[in-house]
């Protein structure tokens, strides 16, 4: 199923998402407002202020509540990007240059740091003590995982425990924050919060594994960015976890590490994964997660949002980009 059909039940909400993330960016600062404008139009799926609605529609919320959360989690969602860019030194997102490549590190951070906090603001207008606090704890956890990327570049020593435990804190945190603050802002009993919480950590890891098999097996036009973007940093993911344990003997990855670089390195190790189990094994282990997801999804209220929820997590697992 296509994304627009999945999501249908909230299309006109969604419609005005995108009219708000538009709006957000007319500033009273011709230097702000140039950097919004550019890093507003970049593009993406939309699919944590999508989780945020679905999650929030599935028990009537009212659009008072959920519109500024589902601004809030994708300006969140991007400021994380801008920084990503920054740290990493990445020259393209979205198969255009990133704000760092344009402006500069300095007013990329600030750039990111402004999106942070436009998106604690609006979180804060829906005065809900609760998702409040969820964000600023979104934001620590998303800091730690950060930090133990960093802390782990070129390290060989990692574990699928690590990378597992890296992938929720950067990426699985964010789905929780949106699946959670949509439901808690319905007034979602707590039993049926926890299990969107659960549906949000579990897809956000299915969907980073599938972001991690595509660095090896996508294009550069299909990603938006260079193939092999997470080697090129030293960062060790699923695939390439699967290829140290399969070809333990004159592997590519324990040289590009130990070298710190050498493209040759990343093309052979890129060559290896695409044709071997490797990629069937990551997608079965991402489908584990997708299937944890939704196992409890039938114990809340059935309509049309529910099924837009499964469906989602069926796109997530089967999308090329």
């Known amino acids: ?25 007319e500033v009273d600062s011709p230097g702000l407002s140039e950097l919004l404008d550019y890093g507003l139009k970049g593009g993406g799926k939309r699919i944590r202020p999508i989780l945020v609605l679905l999650s929030g529609r599935l028990f009537d919320g009212s659009s008072d509540h959920l519109m500024p959360m589902a601004l809030a989690v994708e300006l969140t969602h991007l400021a994380t990007l801008v920084h990503d860019d920054t740290i990493d030194n990445s020259v393209v997102r979205w198969g255009r240059p990133t704000i760092n490549t344009l402006w500069g590190s300095e007013q990329a951070v600030l750039l990111g740091d402004y999106l942070f906090a436009r998106g604690g603001e609006l979180t804060a207008s829906t005065g ?3 998702v409040i606090k ?4 979104t934001l620590m956890i998303i800091t730690g995982g950060e930090v133990a990327q960093a802390r782990s570049a070129f390290n060989l020593e990692q574990t699928r425990e690590h990378y597992f435990n890296r992938i929720s804190g950067k990426t699985a945190s964010l789905f929780v924050l949106a699946t959670e603050s949509g439901a808690a802002l319905a007034g979602a009993p707590e039993e049926s919060i926890q299990i969107l919480q659960e549906y949000g950590n579990n897809l956000g890891i299915a969907f980073q594994i599938v972001d991690d098999i595509l660095d090896f097996i996508s294009s550069e036009e299909e990603m938006g960015k260079p193939v092999g973007s997470d080697l090129t940093q030293g960062t060790l993911t699923l695939p390439g976890m699967l290829l140290l344990e399969q070809y333990p003997e004159d592997n590519p990855i324990k040289k590009l590490f130990q070298e710190r670089g050498g493209w040759e390195y990343i093309t052979r190790a890129i060559d290896l994964v695409r044709n071997s189990p490797i990629i069937d094994q990551c997608f079965d282990i991402a489908t584990r997660y997708h299937n944890r997801a939704c196992r409890r999804l039938d114990q809340l209220p059935d309509n049309e949002f529910r099924q837009s929820l499964y469906g989602l997590a069926d796109f997530i697992i089967t999308r090329r980009k």
């Open 1 to 25: 199923m296509e994304l627009d059909e999945i999501c249908r039940p909230v299309s006109e909400d969604l419609t005005e998402v995108e009219v708000r993330l538009k709006a957000a960016g």
């Open 128 to 130: 809900n003590i609760r």
């Open 134 to 137: 969820l964000l600023s704890k």
